[in-house]
């Protein structure tokens, strides 16, 4: 399976079948010009999207004809099977902004997790219905999201083997929120790949917990 980020918390998946996921593409110049992202000409086989806000909602600025999932439940779209589980954009049960959607996508022998704009911490129950993921995508910049000892529990929570950093301070992005520096401080395995995009290989995943850096495609 190939994964690439294209920016914020998108991503695109293409399993070895040539299935291909688009996870939360933004709309590019949302907020004011805040999201300098540019503009998303990817085309997929199916879209998730976490929570109905420009920045992970740009389902009508797609083209093609994607299936779009945008909920709790069980799916399947080619090669994946995906399933939604129901969880929050902040600590305090959505009453500052609502519902958010946590994604696992499994193909190829791999269990991704893609966790939205998830504001909290995982309940006992829900890391145990979720299970241990190979790859998590977190956010990790704080003020809307998890800040980064949130997503370093999350982390723990689901046993990633591999870790992968989103929603954080770029170049891009005019957002008041933390950078991904704080996240990484201190960890003993991260990899700065110096690209979007990466191979992912089920066999050939870290025994220990790892955090891969990427670089955003837009």
Not at 42 to 56: C, F, N, R
Not at 141 to 164: F, N, P
């Amino acid at each position: 399976m190939k994964l690439k980020w294209l920016g914020h918390s998108s991503f695109l998946l293409t399993a070895t079948d040539g299935t291909r996921l688009l996870a939360d593409p933004y709309v590019a110049g949302s907020y004011d010009g805040a999201l300098r992202y540019a503009r998303i000409t990817e085309t997929a086989d199916g879209v998730t999207i976490s929570h109905d806000h420009p920045d992970h909602a740009g389902f009508a600025d797609l083209t093609g004809n994607p299936r779009r999932v945008n909920g709790t439940g069980e799916f399947g779209i080619g090669a994946f099977r995906i399933r939604g589980y129901h969880t929050w954009h902040d600590n305090e049960n959505g009453a500052r902004r609502g519902a958010n959607v946590v994604y696992v996508f499994e193909a190829d022998g791999l269990r991704l997790c893609h966790c939205g704009d998830l504001g909290h911490v995982l309940s006992a129950d829900l890391a145990a219905a979720i299970g241990p993921i190979d790859v998590l995508l977190v956010p990790v910049g704080g003020l809307y999201t998890l800040d980064a000892r949130g997503a370093h529990e999350v982390v723990r929570q689901l046993k990633a083997r591999v870790t992968i950093p989103m929603h954080f301070k770029t170049s891009q992005l005019g957002f008041a929120i933390a950078p991904v520096d704080e996240f990484l401080a201190d960890q003993p395995r991260v990899t700065r790949l110096g690209m979007p995009e990466v191979e992912l290989d089920a066999e050939l995943l870290p025994e220990e917990p790892e955090i891969w850096l990427l670089d955003h495609a837009l």
